[in-house]
């Protein structure tokens, strides 16, 4: 059957550390990935969007990479500050079905002062 | 521009009624999908619409409905209430379609009581 796993447990990292966030899929033909950002009782914000035939795509602070033959996308904040805690979404776009966007359960980051 | 717009934010029904929530997306984006989010599911696609038309659909019984306006916005509506409908429904609007960057509101909480 189809799956969407990220990181399950929170993740706890110091300020100024770089933090990476994992998500892998089975049974997924994806079109393309992107990350979400959500904060407690708000909707999810876009963060980044990787399609299936590029490897690696930054903004800012943030990047993000995607291996089909893995099938794992992983999401990295550097410098990380207090203000990025928050849950951190992935979601998939399947060839076939890009009509519907389908979100893994979500990373917990805490960051540290 | 401004965002996606929700209404009611919060609602409170008891079992057995029936709930409609309302969806304003960004100003000319023509796609409007729904998810519900729940701590166990986590956020489950219900359905997309564009143009007027259900586009995609998620796992979920028929009691749970929606329709699109001429003007984009969208309506959901949840029949015959059970208490595992209890969540936070959010609505995204995107250009094309739902698989594209989703720009979501900020949900409304239902709670059944």
């Known amino acids: 059957s189809q799956k969407i796993e990220q990181n399950s447990e929170a993740l706890n990292i110091q300020e100024g550390k770089t933090a990476t966030l994992t998500c892998n899929y089975t049974n997924y033909s994806p079109a393309y990935l992107q990350w979400y950002r959500q904060d407690p009782g708000r909707g999810p914000v876009f963060l980044l969007l990787?399609?299936?035939?590029?490897k690696e795509k930054r903004k800012e602070r943030l990047k993000v990479t995607f291996d089909t033959t893995l099938k794992q996308s992983l999401f990295h904040i550097t410098a990380s500050q207090p203000a990025d805690s928050a849950t951190y979404l992935c979601?998939?776009?399947?060839?076939?079905?890009?009509?519907?966007?389908?979100f893994g359960q979500g990373t917990t980051l805490q960051v540290k002062p | 521009k401004a965002g996606v717009t929700q209404t009611p934010r919060y609602l409170i029904k008891t079992r057995g009624q029936q709930v409609t929530l309302s969806c304003s997306p960004i100003?000319?984006?023509?796609?409007v999908s729904w998810y519900q989010q729940t701590p166990g599911q986590g956020l489950q696609f219900l359905f997309e619409?564009?143009?007027?038309?259900?586009?995609n659909k998620g796992n979920f019984p028929g009691r749970f409905s929606g329709r699109q306006f001429s003007n984009s916005r969208s309506e959901m509506n949840v029949s015959t209430l059970e208490l595992g409908d209890s969540a936070l429904y959010l609505c995204?609007?995107?250009?094309?379609?739902?698989?594209?960057?989703?720009?979501f509101g900020p949900g409304t909480r239902l709670t059944v009581l």
């Open positions: 619409y564009f143009s007027e038309t259900q586009r």
């Open positions: 100003s000319g984006h023509r796609s």
């Open positions: 990787i399609r299936e035939n590029e």
């Open positions: 979601a998939l776009a399947s060839y076939g079905n890009t009509g519907k966007l389908i």
């Open positions: 995204a609007s995107s250009l094309l379609q739902s698989g594209d960057t989703q720009y």
